[in-house]
């Protein structure tokens, strides 16, 4: 395995559209791994192939504490969601920095795994609002689109503040 490089807001390749997986082969499941390995170092209980400026609908995530619970999505769909949760989010395109953004509390998704066996997941709590978080990077969606154009300008300064530090 090997970790990959995150891309970071403002890159626009952030903003791309993920094609449809086809091909399920050694090369998707090695990028998965990498996904996974690069998602946990971080570290970071979700990762869409986008972030890391693969155009193809896969994402990956772990939400359970240990983190023993890998979970990978091949060509998610959302088929149904209900309620509305509000959450703090944050993303590892945006190190350093969080807001408040409201989800659907419940969802249905259907995806495959690796091997293309296709499966359904019906969920609550942090890990729907992970799988939605993911599956809008897949459509070049990020988290801070959902805020009002204040708490957007007040989240990216911070952000950028966070860089000039660490870098
Ligand atoms: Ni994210």
New binding site residues.
């Given amino acids: 395995m090997s970790k990959l490089d995150i891309l970071e807001f403002p890159d626009p390749r952030l903003r791309l559209k993920a094609h449809p997986v086809e091909t399920f082969d050694a090369a998707l499941a090695r990028l998965a791994d990498d996904m996974l390995e690069t998602m946990y170092a971080a570290p970071?209980i979700?990762?869409?192939a986008t972030?890391v400026n693969v155009q193809r609908r896969l994402l990956v995530l772990d939400v359970s504490e240990a983190h023993d619970d890998p979970r990978i999505f091949v060509n998610p769909e959302l088929l149904e969601a209900r309620g509305t949760e509000v959450c703090q989010?944050?993303?590892?395109?945006?190190p350093g920095v969080y807001a408040d953004v409201e989800r659907k509390d419940w969802v249905r998704v259907r995806a495959q795994d690796v091997t293309g066996k296709p499966f359904e997941l019906e969920t609550d709590g942090l890990l729907a609002v992970c799988v939605q978080?993911?599956m809008?990077?897949l459509v070049g969606k990020?988290?801070v689109d959902y805020l009002s154009p204040l708490k957007r300008t007040l989240l990216l300064r911070k952000l950028e503040k966070q860089r000039r530090h660490a870098g």
């Fill in positions: 970071g979700g990762l869409a972030q989010e944050g993303c590892l395109s945006f978080h993911e809008d990077h990020v988290f």
